[in-house]
C-alpha cells in the first residue's frame, strides 16, 4: 500500500470527487479520503437529493477529465434564468425578470444534474484510473508539515500519508513550494503555475493565490495550468 501520493483530498463529496478526477487526469497520485462511503442510488438511505448546477464552462473540464460522457445524458439543461425580486414588506413578487440563454449563446447557460448520481458516476471514473485511490471510510486526523516533504497526514485509525498538496472539498490547503509552510484558510484558495514549475515534480512552481470565489467549485480550478 503507498503512502507517498502528490495530493491528498479530505472529503469525498461533489467537489472533492470532481477533483480527485481533474487531477488524476493532469497525472498527480492522489489519495481521496472520506469518513464515510458515498450514497451512489436514489433510493438508497442517505441519498443527497439535491442537485448541482454547472455553468457553461465546466462542460470543458468535464469532458477532458472523462466525465462529461457519463454525465451528459443525465444532464438537465438551464435554458432560462429567472430572476424574482421578493423583497418588501409584502411576501410577493415584485419584479420578475426572465433571461434566455439562446439570447447569448447557442447552448444553455449551464446543466443541473442529481448528487446522488454525480457521486455514482465520478466513482465509477476514479475506478478506472490507477493513479487515483479512493478511500471511503477513512477520515484525516491530522496534518503536519515536514522539511522532507510539503504535507504529512495522519489518517484514522493509521496514520502516515504523505503529500505534496493537500485539498478539502470547500477550499484548498496550497503550497508556494514543497518545503514551505502549508496554509489552511476557511475561504477557497486556487492554485496558479509559476514559469517555474519543476516537470520532475509539476508542484514545485505551484503557488497559493488568495481568491474569494463565490462557488466551490473553486477546487477544480487546481488542475488546469494556465
Not at 488524476?24 to 472520506?34: N, W
Given at each position: 500500500?503507498s503512502?507517498?501520493?502528490?495530493i491528498?483530498?479530505?472529503?469525498?463529496?461533489?467537489?472533492?470527487?470532481?477533483?480527485?478526477?481533474?487531477?488524476?487526469?493532469?497525472g498527480f497520485?492522489?489519495?481521496?479520503?472520506?469518513?464515510t462511503?458515498?450514497?451512489?442510488?436514489?433510493?438508497?438511505?442517505?441519498a443527497?437529493?439535491?442537485?448541482?448546477?454547472?455553468?457553461?464552462?465546466?462542460?470543458q473540464?468535464l469532458?477532458?477529465?472523462?466525465?462529461?460522457?457519463?454525465?451528459?445524458?443525465?444532464?438537465?439543461?438551464?435554458?432560462?434564468m429567472?430572476?424574482?425580486?421578493a423583497?418588501g414588506?409584502?411576501?410577493?413578487?415584485?419584479?420578475?425578470?426572465?433571461?434566455?440563454?439562446?439570447?447569448?449563446?447557442?447552448?444553455?447557460?449551464?446543466?443541473?444534474?442529481?448528487?446522488w448520481?454525480?457521486?455514482?458516476?465520478?466513482?465509477?471514473?476514479?475506478?478506472?484510473?490507477?493513479?487515483?485511490?479512493f478511500?471511503?471510510?477513512?477520515?484525516?486526523?491530522?496534518?503536519?508539515?515536514?522539511?522532507?516533504?510539503?504535507?504529512?497526514?495522519?489518517?484514522?485509525?493509521?496514520s502516515?500519508?504523505?503529500?505534496?498538496m493537500?485539498?478539502?472539498?470547500?477550499?484548498?490547503?496550497?503550497?508556494s513550494?514543497?518545503?514551505s509552510?502549508?496554509?489552511?484558510?476557511?475561504?477557497?484558495?486556487?492554485?496558479?503555475?509559476t514559469?517555474?514549475?519543476?516537470?520532475?515534480?509539476?508542484?514545485?512552481?505551484?503557488?497559493?493565490v488568495?481568491?474569494?470565489?463565490?462557488?466551490?467549485?473553486c477546487?477544480?480550478?487546481?488542475?488546469?495550468?494556465?
Amino acid at each position: 500500500m503507498s503512502t507517498d501520493y502528490d495530493i491528498v483530498i479530505s472529503g469525498g463529496g461533489v467537489a472533492g470527487l470532481t477533483a480527485a478526477a481533474a487531477m488524476g487526469s493532469a497525472g498527480f497520485s492522489v489519495l481521496l479520503c472520506d469518513p464515510t462511503p458515498p450514497v451512489i442510488a436514489q433510493d438508497q438511505a442517505g441519498a443527497d437529493l439535491r442537485t448541482t448546477a454547472f455553468l457553461q464552462p465546466a462542460q470543458q473540464l468535464l469532458d477532458e477529465i472523462g466525465l462529461w460522457n457519463r454525465l451528459s445524458a443525465h444532464a438537465a439543461p438551464l435554458q432560462i434564468m429567472r430572476i424574482v425580486d421578493a423583497g418588501g414588506p409584502e411576501p410577493e413578487p415584485r419584479v420578475v425578470r426572465e433571461f434566455n440563454a439562446a439570447d447569448i449563446s447557442s447552448g444553455p447557460f449551464g446543466w443541473n444534474l442529481p448528487n446522488w448520481l454525480l457521486r455514482r458516476e465520478i466513482v465509477a471514473r476514479l475506478s478506472e484510473m490507477p493513479n487515483v485511490t479512493f478511500r471511503p471510510g477513512t477520515g484525516t486526523a491530522s496534518l503536519l508539515t515536514r522539511e522532507s516533504e510539503a504535507l504529512r497526514l495522519s489518517r484514522l485509525p493509521v496514520s502516515g500519508f504523505e503529500a505534496a498538496m493537500m485539498t478539502r472539498s470547500c477550499g484548498l490547503f496550497g503550497l508556494s513550494r514543497p518545503r514551505s509552510t502549508a496554509r489552511a484558510d476557511p475561504s477557497p484558495w486556487c492554485l496558479c503555475p509559476t514559469a517555474t514549475a519543476c516537470p520532475a515534480r509539476p508542484w514545485s512552481g505551484w503557488k497559493t493565490v488568495p481568491r474569494r470565489c463565490a462557488s466551490r467549485a473553486c477546487p477544480f480550478r487546481v488542475s488546469r495550468p494556465r
